[in-house]
């Protein structure tokens, strides 16, 4: 892959850079996205499963399905792009990873202060007092758990359809969107808002906005410039990319 003059000099210009991912980097781990013949909506209905109607309906289901996720998140590991955006961390001042990602995979690979906009699988709480639920209780429990204190169900600490996201998490997000001057969205179909408004955002404040995607998608558009192929291979030649630009400016 080429990267153009264009695109090396945002990559060595820019001091303050927000990154948002999408299921598409936790792909080449081994975790399942959302959308596409593979997805997971494919399989399964979200209105089945992933929205507070269905847990109080089926909550046992609901827990089922969140507990095979999180197996599937525990057995894999973090791959090259997310090990890529730990390396960009290091090397930008003002730097932001806002991920819709529950997997918690950034985490594990070393990013620091990631703003989770739709939570995170490995936590849970109760849905009556909001107390968080801990690691040992949720392990044994094959169905639903109830909380410790005052009886509630337990449920992930993951957004569903129809809820809001967390006010804080998507401050964070808007706030690095619009001071940033470059933003990349990565592996992500840019579908779901209010997170797919971010690249725009960034656009509107000047950004130089560059999409990493298998495929081109609704953002393409909207972007400045769109790199097509895997997070995992175009992340890392980023970032190589960036230190030697840097490397260049020192010497
Ligand atoms: P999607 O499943 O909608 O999109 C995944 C994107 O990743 C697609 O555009 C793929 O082309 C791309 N992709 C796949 N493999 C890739 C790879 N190796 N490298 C680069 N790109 C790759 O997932 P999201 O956009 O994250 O919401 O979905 C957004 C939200 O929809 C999720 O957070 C979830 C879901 O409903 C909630 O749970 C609230």
Redesign the pocket.
């Given at each position: 892959m080429t990267i153009s003059k264009n695109l090396r000099d945002r990559l060595s210009d820019a001091e303050s850079v927000c990154v948002l991912t999408?299921?598409?980097?936790s792909?080449?781990s081994g975790v399942p996205?959302?959308?596409?013949e593979q997805?997971l909506?494919k399989k399964f209905r979200?209105e089945e499963l992933?929205n507070v109607d269905a847990f109080m309906r089926n909550p046992d289901l609901v827990w089922e399905w969140y507990s095979y996720r999180r197996k599937v998140v525990s057995e894999v590991q973090p791959n090259p792009g997310h090990f890529a955006i730990v390396e960009m961390q290091n090397l930008i001042r003002d730097f932001t990873l806002v991920t819709?990602?529950?997997d918690n995979l950034h985490s594990r690979a070393g990013s620091r202060g990631v703003v989770e906009l739709?939570g995170n699988i490995t936590r849970n709480y109760c849905i009556r007092c909001r107390r968080p639920a801990s690691e040992e209780l949720v392990q044994k429990s094959d169905k639903v758990p109830v909380c410790s204190h005052c009886g509630g169900f337990i449920r992930p600490d993951?957004?569903?359809?129809g809820e809001l996201l967390p006010p804080r998490a998507y401050e964070e997000a808007e706030d690095a969107a619009g001071r940033c001057d470059l933003f990349l969205c990565?592996?992500?179909?840019?579908?779901?808002y209010p997170?797919a408004s971010l690249p725009q955002m960034a656009k509107e404040h000047g950004a130089f906005v560059l999409e990493?995607?298998?495929?081109y998608?609704d953002l393409s558009p909207r972007v400045s410039e769109t790199l097509i192929?895997?997070?995992?291979e175009i992340l890392p030649l980023l970032v190589r990319v960036m230190k030697e630009e840097r490397h260049h400016e020192q010497t």
């Open positions: 999408g299921a598409g980097i792909a080449e996205t959302f959308r596409g997805g909506w979200p992933a819709q990602n529950v739709h993951v957004v569903w359809f990565v592996g992500t179909s840019g579908v779901v997170a990493i995607n298998a495929e998608t192929g895997k997070a995992g």
